[in-house]
């Protein structure tokens, strides 16, 4: 055995501490962060315009610098665009119908999907690729058709004939979506629940449903988003005697722009712009790790 004090190279060398590894600089990691920062400037910039320009009247809006600040922070223009301009009747009549729309989607959707990922049937192949197809179908070469439809079975103007297009619009990417995330999902749970005598109902609802949790929030937040913000789809279903009262926050918000013509008040446009992202933004600040985890869930199996 060597002795460590006879050999003083030795031991300096053991007890030398090892020299940190250097990283190697990717300089295609700069470019994307470079790309990011430029992403978010070009989608936080429109937003945060929009934002400042509804408390500006029309000649800041105009004449003054696009991002300076508003002389006077006043909320007039906001309590204009919800009871002068009806944008409250509108929003309050989007979250019913978005609402609804949005839970008979998921129910159907849902159900659907976990058919098509866990039963094996004749067809099975074939009704998946109708749903997959509904993906590449463009919504305008829908709407003459949609019109008569809608017009033959007395639905037009109605919330019914609007909750139940919006359900339709949406069922393509739920199916899809959802079908890749019930195949991700354990199937020995699932058949432990069959052996203790489960049906299919309750093995879906009191099983399945809660190991697709994350999923099914992601989707329902793409659903939202969505139906939030179609307009359409609306203005074909919504129209006709008294539409005016059931129209829903795009067509109103668009009403503002097109019934003032050049003497619009911008700033009551943009106020009622900023109360319909608003919603949205908060929704998805509140689940956003849902939504992340729901994305990467299906990923990997």
Do not use: C
């Amino acid at each position: 055995m060597t002795d460590l004090k006879s050999n003083p190279s030795t031991a300096a060398a053991t007890s030398a501490p090892a020299a940190p590894k250097q990283r190697k600089l990717n300089p295609l990691n700069g470019v994307a962060h470079i790309a990011l920062f430029l992403w978010a400037l070009a989608t936080a910039g429109p937003l945060i315009w929009v934002l400042l320009a509804s408390f500006k009247n029309n000649t800041e809006i105009f004449l003054g610098k696009p991002f300076a600040m508003p002389e006077h922070f006043s909320f007039k223009t906001y309590a204009d665009a919800w009871n002068e301009a009806h944008i409250g009747q509108y929003f309050l009549n989007s979250v019913f119908v978005v609402l609804i729309s949005t839970a008979g989607t998921m129910l159907l959707g849902a159900m659907a999907a976990y058919v098509l990922a866990r039963y094996k049937f004749p067809g099975n192949r074939a009704i998946y690729y109708l749903f997959v197809s509904g993906l590449a179908f463009p919504t305008f070469m829908a709407l003459a058709p949609l019109f008569g439809i809608m017009q033959s079975l007395n639905l037009l103007n109605t919330y019914t004939g609007l909750i139940l297009v919006y359900i339709a619009y949406s069922l393509s990417f739920t199916v899809f979506f959802l079908v890749a995330f019930f195949k991700t999902l354990p199937a020995e749970i699932d058949e432990a629940a069959m052996v203790d005598g489960a049906g299919h109902l309750r093995r879906f609802f009191q099983i399945m449903m809660p190991m697709a949790k994350s999923g099914l929030i992601s989707i329902t937040i793409f659903n939202i988003v969505g139906q939030w913000n179609q307009y359409l789809l609306p203005v074909v279903v919504m129209q006709g005697a008294g539409a005016d009262s059931k129209w829903v926050l795009t067509q109103g918000i668009a009403n503002i722009s097109t019934s003032a013509g050049y003497h619009a008040e911008w700033s009551t446009l943009f106020a009622a712009l900023t109360l319909s992202i608003l919603p949205m933004i908060v929704v998805y600040a509140i689940f956003q790790r849902q939504i992340q985890a729901g994305l990467t869930a299906g990923a990997v199996k």
